[in-house]
């Protein structure tokens, strides 16, 4: 009887290995598709800034061209306070 027993363990392993395997390929093509998506995702960024259609940060305006001097204008009411 012990080596039924044996048999039933071993075949139990063996699916347990075969069931190990498939889910490591899987994620292993998942994370392989991934790292793909962000390579591909770097080099289309840096294309489309360099091309001016992308914004480097979101909510910034594109810079502007080198002719116009570059001038911070800051507005608002504002109040002199006397320094003792």
Do not use: C
């Not at 091309?51 to 910034?60: A, D, Q, R, Y």
């Amino acid at each position: 009887m012990p080596w039924i027993m044996q048999m039933v363990w071993f075949a139990v392993l063996l699916l347990g290995m075969g069931i190990a395997l498939w889910v490591s390929f899987w994620l292993l093509l998942f994370l392989f598709g991934v790292g793909v998506a962000a390579v591909v995702w770097t080099h289309l960024r840096e294309y489309l800034l360099a091309k001016g259609i992308l914004n480097p940060t979101p909510g910034v305006p594109p810079e502007e061209s080198a002719s116009s001097p570059s001038v911070t204008t800051i507005e608002g009411d504002f109040k002199r306070v006397d320094s003792e």
